[in-house]
């Protein structure tokens, strides 16, 4: 099943997902892009471009899957699905923020999500997490507030 705040991979772009329901193809953002001039860098030194919405939407090569200002991507074109919750573990043996804020909520239905999900971290990147279920979210909601 695919969630809101996954990440899905089509090809060499990256896409975030941000509907819930994926009947005719997963709703999405188109977020990351190949581009020599791109400053987030991936494993394998190849440069990426964060794009805007408006960026996005003008993108030739998945133009044919816009409709109402998002990308519905078919299922039978995706190579990848990135899942918050199952990467956690992994990424924060390599992201010491990461690790942190997972350590100082301890929930057990969290993710951490964006640029750090799918290895494309900026030098401005902010940690972006994501919680599961309803008690999990009321947990973490109180946490912050008692900062």
Do not use: W
Request: with cysteine; aromatic share 12%; proline share 3%.
């Amino acid at each position: 099943m695919i969630r809101l705040r996954d990440f899905i991979r089509v090809g060499d772009c990256y896409f975030s997902v941000v509907g819930y329901e994926h009947v005719d193809g997963v709703k999405c953002l188109l977020r990351y892009v190949p581009s020599d001039f791109g400053d987030r860098i991936d494993s394998l030194g190849r440069r990426y471009k964060k794009l805007s919405h408006e960026e996005a939407l003008r993108y030739e090569k998945f133009r044919r899957f816009q409709k109402d200002g998002i990308f519905v991507i078919p299922h039978n074109v995706i190579d990848e699905i990135y899942k918050p919750d199952e990467m956690l573990k992994e990424i924060c043996k390599k992201d010491e923020e990461v690790a942190k804020v997972a350590d100082f909520f301890g929930l057990p239905k969290m993710g951490v999500t964006g640029s750090r999900l799918i290895g494309l971290k900026g030098k401005d990147s902010d940690v972006d997490f994501v919680v599961y279920g309803r008690n999990s979210f009321e947990f973490g909601r109180m946490m912050i507030e008692e900062g």
